[in-house]
């Protein structure tokens, strides 16, 4: 392998035990992460979880206690590398923190200034961006009276304007409407598409499984990491709930001589835990037909992310 | 054009105080105010049919002087304005995770909120001076003004006290979270300025070169230690943790 592809397989954000404490209080314990160049990491936890403190480090913002945490080919933490991470990441914190007084145009335009960006590429950055978002027309417009959902675009552009290699998003879509937040959930799609890493604090389940590749549940310390669906399995299987139209002891008998798991009855309903839906169910429904039984309907209900993530945060010591 | 990173937010932030009216016709206007103001005083009250009042000399110059206490006070609002702002649209920590240093925010604030004032009271005081010296040519038969204290003055007491105002404002500013608290923290820098020229009035320290020279190296004194202890609250990690 050369050198070059070595380095192309880096993963663009990983920690390692990464801890921060304020005075007494852990508010990330311990975090052990990787996040893959090109990928959207979702990072959900509830209120409190340590989300904004553990991308505050990583954007070199503020100080770890301990641990270690590498951002592109830098050190979290060196002195020499935080500006150099600083270059190369996009923030956007969860409050927009524009300049009310300042336009649209030059709220951008300040950035790129910031970024240190020619006269030239900030002219083509800023376009690009208005453009994009439906904002050119208000370019000139006091970024100050823009709704809630066009000062988030424009919070995001502006940690774009510098092409970064990786953005923070921290809660970009709370406190939208729908349709703002689908608005902005586009504008991540787009991003995404564009292969840029995207670390995305939120605590939007729904928003998580639609735009994330995989999902790391925090509360403190890291619950548990995987895709969407990992997730989902690894609480449970899926149940399957079956409706008769009367339960009697023979249908009750031949169903326990399939060894089920946690077959529960409910009236006239039985549920059922299954690993494999689509072998189980049909020896369960001739089973019951078997012993004389009539099958209303069979649904399966399989877990949800929401499952996994409130087990997971409730369950947390 | 600059590329240097301090004067390119010092624009920005002129920028945004341009768009204040209050804040600029207030840094503005005042010692253009002063200045008409204390022409007058000199033509009706040190200028006579008579000739000059006998004190004239401890008149013109403490009317110099107020130029000064205005220097003291005038940049800290700014400058209290300009970062209690940010906290308010909580715009610093998207401004903290760009590549610029703190000291280059710090410097690049400081700066907008130093020049605006000092240009002003340069321009309010050489109004005064001219009317002065136009009123009084004919009773001196000599120009009063430029003279070494009133250099002193506004050369060397009034720039070292704004940016000890400044200084002041950033350290204040991490404490308060609105803008008028800032402001009287400021209006406090009042007090030593007028305490050395009522003494002088009184007549228990006198009011030339030599005294102000003085009082100017205490300032500097005061300024270099106020420098350490801003630019160590003026941090990213103090800001994001630490400020109300
Ligand atoms: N500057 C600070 N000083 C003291 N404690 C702090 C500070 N910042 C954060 N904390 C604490 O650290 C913990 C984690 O906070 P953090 O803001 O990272 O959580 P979060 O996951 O972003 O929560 P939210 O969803 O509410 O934004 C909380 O208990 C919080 O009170
Ligand atoms: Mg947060």
Redesign the interface.
Known sequence: MTEKEEEARLDMIETENLTRK?GDLTAVDNLTLRVDEGEVFGFLGPNGAGKTTTV?ML?????KTSGSARVGEFDVGKEEDA??I??I?G???D????????TAY?NLD??G????RTDSQRKESNEYFLKMLGLWEKRDTMAGTFSKGMKQKL?IA??LVHDPEVIFMDEPTANLDPEASKGVREFILELKREKKTIFLNTHNLDEAERVCDRIGIMNTKLMAVGTPEELERSVRGRRTEIQLRQVTDAILDSLKKLKLRNLVREGNKLTVDVVNPEEENPDMVSAIVGAGGRVESVTVAGSTLEDAYLKLVRDAP | MSTWMPWKIAQKEMKVLRRKKSVISYIIALPLILSVLFSLVVQNDIVSSSGLSPDYQLGLDSLTYFFVVFAAILPASIAAYSIVGEKIEKSLEPLLSTPTTDGEILLGKSIAAFLPPMLAIWAGASIYMAATDYLTYGLLSHLYFPNLTSGVMLFLLAPLAGIFSVELAVIVSSRVSDVRGANQAGGLLFIPFMAVFLSAVEGTIPFDAETLLIFSGIVLVADVALFFVSTSTFRREEILTKWK
């Not at chain 1, 954007?59 to 100080?63: G, T």
């Not at chain 1, 200034?113 to 240190?116: I, K, Q």
């Open positions: 304020f505050r954007c070199c913002l503020i100080s500006l150099k600083r270059r990441v923030f956007v914190p409050n927009v923190g524009l300049y009310d007084s300042l030059e300040y950035y200034t910031l970024y240190r919070a502006r940690a």
